[in-house]
């Protein structure tokens, strides 16, 4: 594996475990909106490797990741530990298949997340590229508590911006302003989520779905999918339904 060291500029903890690390950028990295990196630090004993998707824009000057501090976990504690100007390990090539220009063309764009899995869409939507495209692009980010929305403020002043994205923090806890309380699989099969945006169901004809989040429900919104007539992307071959499997790319 080609290693390239890049140094921390911030570290800031966003809510209870939630982690936005900021870090420079190597000279030449190129990536697309989607593509995930793996990430390490020089302090363990033993290397430990683990995929961070990508949050900040391929224009932008450095490399921003969202992620979630496991107690005990083998890599996470040390990068949420980790100040200004220190090392963070970097492999040189950005990987992934988590990309729009896989889905074929349609009229609106679905962003489903949970937790963390908000982190590739954010990339997207700086790049502005999936603004183009789409006549409308609905972006849908579920948490536990109101809290845990770490990046609610940008997600709502890009909402404001473009009259033809709509955004929706839904919470399992609590209340949100302007959001949902349910799972977003429930709330789809009850058209709760659709009818909230002013919508009709989920149509594979109209409708582009991603989906990036936890296994259970990355699961759940296959299941709903594939009930409603979706099609996966697969290579060389466009469909209207894309998951990144968010939790799967650690390397032990």
Same mark, same amino acid.
């Given at each position: 594996?080609?290693?390239?060291?890049?140094?921390? +500029?911030?570290?800031?903890?966003?809510?209870?475990?939630?982690?936005?690390?900021?870090?420079?950028?190597?000279?030449?990295? $190129?990536?697309?909106?989607?593509?995930?990196?793996?990430?390490?630090?020089?302090?363990?004993?033993?290397?430990?490797?683990?995929?961070?998707? +990508?949050?900040?824009?391929?224009?932008?000057?450095?490399?921003?990741?969202?992620?979630?501090?496991?107690?005990?976990? $083998?890599?996470?504690?040390?990068?949420?530990?980790?100040?200004?100007?220190?090392?963070?390990?970097? $492999?040189?090539?950005?990987?992934? &298949?988590?990309?729009?220009?896989?889905?074929?063309?349609?009229?609106?764009?679905?962003?489903?997340?949970?937790?963390?899995?908000?982190?590739?869409?954010?990339?997207?939507?700086?790049? *502005?590229?999936?603004? *183009?495209?789409?006549?409308?692009?609905?972006?849908?980010?579920?948490?536990?508590?109101?809290?845990?929305? $770490?990046?609610?403020?940008?997600?709502?002043?890009?909402?404001?911006?473009?009259?033809?994205?709509?955004?929706?923090?839904?919470?399992?806890?609590?209340?949100?302003?302007?959001?949902?309380?349910?799972? +977003?699989?429930?709330?789809?099969?009850?058209?709760?989520?659709? *009818?909230?945006?002013?919508?009709?169901?989920?149509?594979? *004809?109209?409708?582009?779905?991603?989906?990036?989040?936890?296994?259970? &429900?990355?699961?759940?919104?296959?299941?709903?999918?594939?009930?409603?007539? &979706?099609?996966?992307?697969?290579?060389?071959?466009?469909?209207?339904?894309?998951?990144?499997?968010?939790?799967?790319?650690?390397?032990?």
């Amino acid at each position: 594996m080609n290693i390239v060291e890049t140094e921390v +500029i911030r570290v800031q903890h966003c809510s209870a475990r939630g982690v936005t690390l900021l870090t420079s950028k190597p000279e030449g990295f $190129a990536f697309q909106a989607g593509h995930y990196a793996r990430l390490s630090v020089p302090a363990l004993a033993e290397p430990v490797w683990r995929a961070y998707s +990508i949050v900040s824009a391929p224009h932008e000057p450095w490399l921003e990741y969202f992620f979630t501090v496991i107690p005990g976990g $083998a890599l996470s504690p040390h990068l949420g530990a980790l100040q200004q100007g220190d090392t963070v390990l970097m $492999a040189k090539a950005a990987m992934g &298949f988590f990309l729009p220009d896989s889905l074929a063309d349609g009229e609106v764009l679905w962003l489903l997340a949970t937790g963390t899995g908000i982190g590739p869409y954010l990339s997207m939507l700086r790049q *502005q590229t999936v603004l *183009q495209r789409f006549a409308r692009v609905n972006l849908v980010c579920s948490v536990r508590e109101a809290a845990d929305l $770490a990046y609610d403020a940008e997600c709502r002043a890009w909402a404001a911006a473009h009259p033809h994205c709509h955004y929706v923090p839904v919470v399992t806890r609590g209340e949100v302003a302007g959001g949902l309380h349910e799972r +977003i699989p429930t709330l789809l099969r009850s058209a709760a989520l659709e *009818q909230h945006l002013a919508m009709t169901p989920l149509d594979p *004809q109209r409708d582009r779905v991603m989906v990036c989040g936890n296994p259970d &429900f990355t699961a759940d919104m296959r299941a709903l999918l594939n009930e409603r007539g &979706f099609t996966p992307c697969r290579r060389g071959l466009s469909g209207n339904m894309l998951f990144e499997n968010y939790w799967q790319k650690a390397t032990p």
